[in-house]
Nanobody
Framework: QVQLVESGGGLVQAGGSLRLSCLAS????????MGWFRQAPGIEREFVGG????????DYGDSVKGRFTISRDNALNTVYLQMNSLKPEDTAVYYC????????????????WGQGTQVTVSS
């Protein structure tokens, strides 16, 4: 049974930083692409960042480029999202996702999801 467990969310002031972690109980974790999405109330789930199995290829949503960094540690079965220069519009529930193939920007292409962690940025 695959489980993805996010942690690290919370309340932060605008301009601050947070680092999210996602621990994956996937036996072949190093063969999966990993990603982060976010969803605010009344808004569709949005692609934040994705990383391939080796960490050698990454991509980001336009709204977070230059501020967020996705990384992974295959020895720890963990993917991270470092979020800097946070803005109130970054407020959302952040979800970790795993895909057997590639880090597609569409949420429909992903195989497994975590339960989400709330990030709130105050102005």
């Amino acid at each position: 049974q695959v489980q993805l467990v996010e942690s690290g969310g919370g309340l932060v002031q605008a301009g601050g930083s947070l680092r999210l972690s996602c621990l994956a109980s996937i036996r072949t974790f190093s063969s999966y692409a990993m990603g982060w999405f976010r969803q605010a109330p009344g808004i569709e789930r949005e692609f934040v960042g994705g990383i391939d199995w080796s960490g050698g290829s990454r991509d980001y949503g336009d709204s977070v480029k230059g501020r967020f960094t996705i990384s992974r540690d295959n020895a720890l079965n963990t993917v991270y999202l470092q979020m800097n220069s946070l803005k109130p519009e970054d407020t959302a529930v952040y979800y970790c996702a795993a895909a057997r193939s590639y880090y597609y920007t569409s949420p429909n292409e992903w195989d497994y999801w975590g339960q989400g962690t709330q990030v709130t940025v105050s102005s």
